[in-house]
Each structure stands twice: as structure tokens, then as C-alpha cells.
């Protein structure tokens, strides 16, 4: 059975009746059982539910044909959920012990967006636990491998849900995104990652790592495909109080951008070929008839100082709601980033250390976003490398915590500024390992991002594929 | 020489409520020193005359309208949990008789 690689592709199988949602169900499921023992993307298989939402699938189409398509727009459409979402029914765990018994009473309301679309819930993925971390081996459960090449970490903390689409265990899953955890994923196993503007699509029901930081996103492998299930899960939902419906509507234009290339993106600690690939993308930008220029953005090298002060004081607040009493095992079931991250939270916000660490950040903060809001005055976009190297080895960084916080070194920038950012895969190189770059806009110009890559990817007649695992 | 000293990593423990044994906290000392020295690195930016940013949106009190709606039930309440008693949640004494440790 030939299975889509797209949710345009899938649903026009469906129309035609060439497959029922049974047959998707079935042929994932069997994909999982057969490949996850070695890539362990998913973490728990929903295969109950899976059904009941296949079948439920299969008579829509029956009783209301093509219409069914335009009632339910991601109808038949399989998802895995990061295992920070919570699942009305399905175990949820954060990939930590802690709440490895845990089965939430309700869901998240992107969790519930999607269901209500026509979505098929497959199963949960494999993370870094509590979303801590970037190569995905910070799970309590073991690490997500790459399919592309299994010695290699998928990125994190998103881990499970880009493998999963990497190794064809889904059509669409879900990520968090506080600093680059979407997109950098996304770009280690050559699909896109959305990361939102903070204040478009609702936290509500998603564990809360660095609240004034995680952004909720998605994976597709097409842009098309990122951008359907955005109109599905963006909006206000009255459960909480960051979404914003006060922005304006967004100049759409795909041509004749003006595209900025910040130096400090580029320069020392970049790999060539990820700089090669990446400057070979502002080629294509400029052949595709818009305007690259040089900026400079000198601040945003503190993006990683100012995150790693921020994101643990808000972690070890969130996280002090783990007490065993309600639900979940009790504190010592933490593995040791969250120990980690929680301690420097505590010290930085700590009686003397408060001014020097977390207010200095806070200030620091608003110098980055002062720049890069100079920044879209000028320009519209910007491109820029997601990570500092190609997928690396399982077990290279793991003993050197310092180590593995700078691979986001490229990616704080859109999180302390709440813009969008969106991971764009370009080919492969010579290794057959994924390449790609980032495009980040100004806030709320999510439709501007989608265009500009869908242009970029028409341009370069880019065909989404997925790992032969053997 | 480590910026954090082990009676550093025992008062952040303590204030975090987490249990370390002697070899996390050599362990720990060691990591987040390393943390803790590169983000010093944020003194050398002159902020004498910004503002801190704690949030992004620009939104000030979001209020929901003010209207009765259901939450969840007992059931699921207590769904998650095996330390309850007659609709309460079971926790340790948090107060004690004098004298009494």
C-alpha cells in the first residue's frame, strides 16, 4: 500500500476512496510496531482510539462524500502529540518518571482543535523530559534516534514527534517550541517545524516549561500541510490570557521581499557546510527575485546567557507544582536536567542573586527585542542557520550540559522576542543527512513565513521524503 | 576555581525541595558552575537605562467573561491519584505539636 506523504495527497486517497482512514491507522501502527523499537520516536500507542476515530472518519466520508472534507479540514489526518500535550484518556507523561502513570482528566485545546478537525490520534512521542533539553536524550525513557542515520540524535527537545515524521509513523505531530525545540528537530530530520508567534496558538493543556517563552507548534513535511493545521489550532480559546486577536492583517507578498542576513548568525562556531547551505538558500532567495542584505544584530549573542537565566527561573516555578499529592510521583523521581535547571532557577532567582541574574536578563531581553524590532523596520524576513552543526552523535554532549545549551544558540532570538520562526528543510547533503535553514518575521506574520517558503520550495521543486530505515 | 561552593548547591536544593546525595551535589557544582560563569557574561551589556521585558504580548489583565461554568468532576479529580480520603487529597502534617519534631 502507497501512503501519502501529505495531507492534500492523503485526502485526496480518501476522496477517491483508493484508502480509508482504517487503512492509514492500520499502515502507521504497523509501521510503529515494526520500526519504533529501534528509532523510539512514541513513547504510548493510542490504537483504541485510533480505530474508533478511523471508523468514525470512514463513515463521514461515506454519508457526506467531499463535503465531509470541508466540515472536518484535517479529516483522516494522523497526528502524534508530543508527550507534553495532554490527552483526555491517554497516559501523558513529559518523558519524565514523575508522570509516568499520569492519564489527564481533560484535554489540550490544540489537542481538541485537531480532534474536532478530523484528526486521528496515533500516539505520543518520545522528548526530552520536561522539554529540557536538544538532542532528545534527556528522556527518562531513552533516547529518540535519527532515522536518517540512527547514530545521530533527531534534535530536541521535540525529539519523537520530528523522527516520527522522519521515519513515516504519522502524517502531522505536534511540538512545544522555548528555544528552538521545534525547529531544530524539524531541521535534524529534514522536515518543517512551525514555532508561532507567542500569543497565537494556546498553551492551555500543553506542561508548562518557561510560560513567557514556550510557543506551540507543529511538524509537516510540506507547507502546506504547516500551515492547514495553524488555521486549525491558532486563536483565542478563553483559557489563556497571552492570545492576542489585536494584531493586524499582514501584507502577504512571496516576491520581492527584502531578506536580512545577520553577521552574527554567521560567524565563528558555525559549520562550514551548514553556513554554505544556508547562504546557498540566500542565493536561491535572490534568484527567486528578492533583495538579500547584510544586518547586524550584535545583542543577540547574549540570547543564550539571557535564556538559560530566564527559562530555569520560570522552569523551577512551573515545576514546583510536582509534589506527588494530586497526581504524579513524588520529587526524587526528577532526572538530573530537571534538577539542573530547577537549582539554577532557584539560585538566579534567590534573595542577592535576583538583580545581578534575573532582572539583568529581563533587561537584556529588551535590548534583543529593541534590535530586532529595528531589524523589521528594515527588512522582512530574516534567514538564518537553526543550529550550529549537522545532527550530531548520540552521547556527544551529554556529559557537558554547557555544551548542549549552546546548540540553541541561533534559536533564542525568535523565543525572548515572541516572533515567529519557521524551520525550513532545503536537501541533503553528501551524508544524506538533512540541511536547511530558518526564516524568522516579525510578530504575527506567520502567513508571510508560509509564503515565503512555499515559493522557495516551488523554486527548488523540493519533494518531502522519508527515511528508508534498515 | 568553581563559582558555587557545595553549600551553594545544598541551599538551592533545599529551596527547591529536592534530596541530593553527596556525589549530585560534587556533580552539580561542577555543571552549573559552568552555567553560572558564562551567564555572568550578561554584565558586560550597559541596561542602566532599559527596561525589563517579563512578557511579549503587550496584553495588561485578561479577564474571562465573568460567568459560571463547570469544571471537572470528583471522579476526575481524584483520577490521577491514590492518596485521598472521603473527596480530600492525603498529605503529610504540615503543623505539629510543640516540642514534637
Known amino acids: ?96 518518571h514523575v508522570l509516568e502513570d499520569y492519564v489527564p482528566a481533560y484535554s489540550a485545546t490544540v489537542v481538541e482543535r485537531l480532534e474536532k478537525a478530523g484528526c486521528i490520534t496515533l500516539g505520543k512521542a518520545n522528548q526530552d ?34 523522527a516520527s515524521l522522519a521515519a513515516d509513523f504519522s502524517l502531522i505531530s505536534t511540538g512545544t517550541d522555548t528555544c528552538g525545540s521545534i525547529r531544530l528537530p524539524a531541521n535534524y530530520c529534514g522536515v518543517l ?8 496558538v494556546s498553551r492551555f493543556g500543553v506542561i508548562a516549561m518557561a510560560s513567557s517563552l514556550d510557543s506551540i507548534g507543529h511538524f509537516g513535511r510540506v507547507v502546506s500541510d504547516v500551515r492547514k493545521v495553524f488555521e486549525v489550532t491558532r486563536g483565542i480559546d478563553g483559557y489563556d490570557s497571552t492570545l492576542s486577536s ?22 565563528e562556531g558555525l559549520e562550514d557546510e551548514v553556513r554554505d547551505s544556508v547562504l546557498e538558500a540566500a542565493k536561491t532567495f535572490e534568484k527567486m527575485g ?50 539542573r535547571r530547577i537549582m539554577l532557577g532557584s539560585y538566579v532567582l534567590s534573595a542577592g542573586y535576583y538583580d545581578a541574574y534575573y532582572l539583568k536578563a529581563m533587561k537584556v531581553r529588551s535590548v534583543i527585542i529593541e534590535e530586532v524590532d529595528r531589524a523589521f523596520e528594515d527588512v522582512d524576513l530574516i534567514l538564518a542557520p537553526v543550529a550550529p552543526s549537522l545532527p550530531f552523535k548520540l552521547g556527544e554532549k551529554v556529559n557537558d550540559p554547557l555544551k548542549m545549551y549552546l546548540t540553541d544558540i541561533y534559536a533564542a532570538t525568535a523565543n525572548l522576542c515572541g516572533i515567529p520562526s519557521l524551520a525550513v528543510p532545503s536537501g541533503f547533503n553528501k551524508d544524506n543527512l538533512p540541511l536547511g535553514f530558518q526564516i524568522m518575521g516579525p510578530k504575527f506574520s506567520e502567513e508571510l513565513l508560509f509564503a515565503a517558503a512555499l515559493e522557495y520550495h516551488r523554486f527548488i521543486d523540493y519533494k518531502p521524503q522519508v527515511a528508508k530505515i534498515t | ?50 527596561e525589563p521585558t517579563s512578557q511579549t504580548t503587550g496584553l495588561n489583565n485578561i479577564w474571562r467573561n465573568d460567568e459560571v461554568s463547570s469544571g471537572l468532576s470528583e471522579e476526575e479529580v481524584f483520577f490521577s491519584t491514590d492518596n485521598q480520603y472521603a473527596g480530600y487529597f492525603k498529605v503529610k502534617a504540615l503543623l505539629s505539636e510543640r516540642g514534637e519534631k
Not at chain 1, 517545524?193 to 497565537?200: F, N, V
Open chain 1, 1 to 96: 500500500m502507497k501512503v501519502p506523504l501529505t495531507i492534500q495527497q492523503t485526502q485526496e486517497a480518501l476522496k477517491k476512496k483508493d484508502l480509508s482512514c482504517v487503512d492509514l491507522v492500520d499502515y502507521y501502527l504497523e509501521r510503529i510496531d515494526k520500526f519504533n523499537p529501534e528509532i523510539n520516536a512514541v513513547l504510548t500507542v493510542s490504537s483504541e482510539v485510533a480505530y474508533s476515530q478511523a471508523k468514525k472518519a470512514d463513515k463521514l466520508i461515506k454519508e457526506l462524500g467531499d463535503k465531509a472534507f470541508e466540515e472536518f479540514p484535517l479529516l483522516g489526518v494522523t497526528v502524534i502529540y508530543k508527550d507534553m500535550f495532554l490527552t483526555k484518556g491517554i497516559r501523558t507523561t513529559a518523558a519524565s
Open chain 1, 129 to 162: 523530559a520536561w522539554a529540557h533539553g536538544s538532542s532528545g536524550e534527556n528522556s527518562d525513557f531513552g533516547p529518540t534516534k535519527n532515522p536518517w542515520n540512527k547514530k545521530l540524535v533527531p534534535g530536541g527537545s521535540s525529539s519523537g514527534s520530528a
Open chain 1, 193 to 200: 517545524g512551525l514555532k508561532p508567534t507567542y500569543g497565537s
Open chain 1, 246 to 267: 489585536l494584531h493586524k492583517p499582514y501584507q502577504i507578498k512571496s516576491k520581492g521581499l527584502k531578506i536580512g542576513l545577520p553577521k552574527e548568525f554567521l560567524g
Open chain 1, 290 to 339: 528578492n533583495e538579500i542584505v547584510e544586518i547586524s544584530l550584535p545583542h543577540t549573542k547574549y540570547g543564550i546567557a539571557v535564556y538559560y537565566i530566564i527559562q530555569p527561573a520560570e522552569v523551577s516555578s512551573n515545576l514546583s507544582r510536582y509534589d506527588g499529592v494530586r497526581y504524579g510521583k513524588s520529587r526524587s523521581f526528577f532526572g538530573d536536567e530537571a534538577k
Open chain 2, 1 to 50: 576555581m568553581a563559582s558555587l561552593t557545595d553549600n551553594d548547591i545544598k541551599h538551592v536544593a533545599k529551596l527547591s525541595r529536592l534530596d541530593l546525595s553527596l556525589s549530585e551535589v560534587k556533580k552539580f557544582k561542577k555543571q552549573l558552575s559552568s552555567v553560572v560563569d558564562f551567564i555572568k557574561q550578561l554584565s558586560e551589556v550597559d541596561t542602566s537605562k532599559v
